[in-house]
């Protein structure tokens, strides 16, 4: 089976960094996932790494160690319209490609 | 299409009645995964289709629960004998998929809300 764990809050203030963990026990792994969901909307996709290391795109970053089992995304220059959930998602070994979500980390970036 | 769709976006019932939710994929994508989100809580995988059958159903909470795929497109989710735990936004996804096991990402659709009184 597959276990993720994400703080459930962060509080950050508009032009700051923050860091979002993510720590998974997993049986088989095949990639991580970050997507971004605002309130009352679909996840959208942020980024993928499935190889060790940083994956930078614009404002955002993910990190991955496998060995660890740890990856973080880093958002930067924080803007109000990035308070949002952000979700942790494992990809398994296992037939059909199934993503296993953790809980969430709901981001609200103050003035 | 160019996205997924879902249908209807929301959804009142009154408890003991059956519903039915919609999905529509990506044209093209072999893959339809059904999640379940309740209120500030993360997503619950409930059941994955490739093509019109579902080898994993892992996730469907109750018999009450049950889901069909046809023509390799559209999914009908259908909840009998609804329960007030059963009120959830529930989200469909489509990818592509790889038999080879590469990973890829979902693109989702934005959801039926679910209220049962």
């Known amino acids: 089976g597959q276990n993720i764990d994400q703080p459930t809050e962060m509080t950050a203030t508009e032009g700051a960094i923050v860091q979002i963990n993510c720590t998974y026990q997993t049986s088989g792994f095949n990639g991580l996932f970050w997507y971004q969901q605002h309130a009352g909307e679909a996840p959208t996709f942020l980024s993928y790494n499935v190889l060790d290391g940083l994956e930078e795109k614009g404002r955002f970053s993910s990190f991955l160690s496998r060995s660890k089992g740890y990856s973080y995304l880093l958002l930067k220059e924080l803007q109000m319209k990035d308070s949002a959930s952000y979700l942790c998602a494992v990809g398994g070994r296992a037939a059909g490609n199934k993503l296993t979500f953790g809980g969430g980390t709901r981001v609200l970036v103050k003035p | ?117």
């Open chain 2, 1 to 117: 299409g160019a996205g997924v769709s879902q249908s209807p976006s929301n959804k009142v019932t009154e408890k003991g009645k059956d519903v039915e939710l919609r999905c529509d994929p990506i044209s093209g994508h072999t893959a339809l995964y059904w999640y379940r989100q309740r209120l500030g809580q993360g997503l619950e995988f409930l059941i994955y289709f490739q093509g019109n059958s579902a080898p994993d159903k892992s996730g469907l909470p109750s018999d009450r629960f049950s889901a069909e795929r046809t023509g390799e497109s559209v999914s009908t989710l259908t909840i009998q004998r609804t329960q007030q735990e059963d009120s959830a936004v529930y989200l469909c996804a489509s990818s592509l998929s790889d038999r080879a096991g590469r990973a890829y990402g979902y693109t989702f659709g934005s959801g039926t809300r679910l209220t049962v009184v």
